[in-house]
């Protein structure tokens, strides 16, 4: 592998960017396929769109050892199955908006699971990202919590996904580091594909599309669930993990701007607020 380097040219940029700029999106590509499809069809469809997708690259059809596939299984459930299912449930009772900037509270519950499985203490400097992040993650749910138990069961929808995303990034990273990025994330699609099935096929079959809502689960899958993946692989390996993964940082700017301009939802400025204080958290753990 080559070493790092900084970014400089625009076309470095943007690969920088643009797994952020997609994943921000995909909660706004959510909310338009739900207008023709259940939330369980959207999470088959777009694993299978994304799975048929990334089996294009060859670098993600490399061949892995046998015994990676059991913690890959895991994967496929904890990175890929469980968490996806939970977007569109609670999009269903939340906005795209609210869930996107929620998905900033990411690294927190990371950092929080790899204290717990190292059994160490973090870092005075995490802790005090910790604390900050916490804080602006209650201020984005708080107007929901105002809102009815819907919105309550939306955020607390979210929340869980997180949590799964916690514990499947700690359980990703050393399989990435010894089968590469692309051929792991590809069999764990594989595996959440063939979980998501039974109840996604026949929402799938109930389907009443539009254009628009075609349009966005092909997004969804493409880009959200194949194409910003092969992204982040080639800026990791370019850039480093570390400045790869500042691109998260962009999901709820641009979750919060497509919600309220393309969908015109409302969001409370304790919400954005909270927004802003729960990326500061983060920041602060990414720094150490």
């Known amino acids: 592998m080559s070493p790092s380097r900084p970014p400089s040219t625009p076309l470095d940029w943007l690969l920088l960017a643009g797994p952020g700029l997609i994943w921000g999106a995909s909660f706004l590509f959510i909310a338009e ?29 490399r061949p892995i050892p046998r015994e990676a596939w059991r913690p890959i299984a895991w994967l496929g459930l904890l990175w890929m199955a469980f968490p996806l299912s939970m977007f569109p449930f609670a999009e269903q009772r939340i906005s795209s908006a609210l869930t996107g900037m929620l998905n900033g509270a990411n690294p927190l519950f990371v950092v929080i699971v790899a204290s717990f499985l190292a059994r160490r203490r973090p870092s005075r400097q995490v802790l005090t990202g910790l604390a900050v992040g916490m804080a602006g993650a209650v201020l984005i749910a708080l107007p929901g919590l105002d809102d009815g138990r819907s919105s309550v069961t939306g955020i607390a929808l979210v929340l869980l996904a ?36 039974p109840l996604g096929v026949p929402d799938l079959l109930r389907a009443e599309w539009t254009p628009r809502a075609a349009l966005a689960m092909f997004a969804l899958g493409a880009f959200g669930t194949a194409l910003a993946q092969v992204m982040m692989a080639k800026a990791a ?19 919060l701007a497509l919600g309220v301009v393309v969908r015109g939802e409302q969001v409370s400025m304790v919400s954005v607020t909270g927004s802003a204080v729960c990326l500061a958290g983060a920041w602060l753990i990414s720094r150490k």
């Open 33 to 61: 396929g739900l207008e023709a499809l259940a939330p369980n069809g959207i999470t088959f469809l777009r694993i299978l769109i994304g799975f048929l997708t990334l089996s294009l690259v060859p670098a993600a059809r």
């Open 162 to 197: 997180l949590a799964s995303y916690g514990i499947a990034l700690n359980l990703a990273r050393p399989l990435q580091q010894s089968y590469g990025g692309l051929p792991v994330i590809l069999r764990a699609l594989g595996v959440a594909l063939v979980l998501t099935a």
């Open 237 to 255: 390996g370019l850039f480093g993990a570390s400045t790869a993964s500042g691109t998260t940082f962009l999901m709820p700017v641009v979750a």
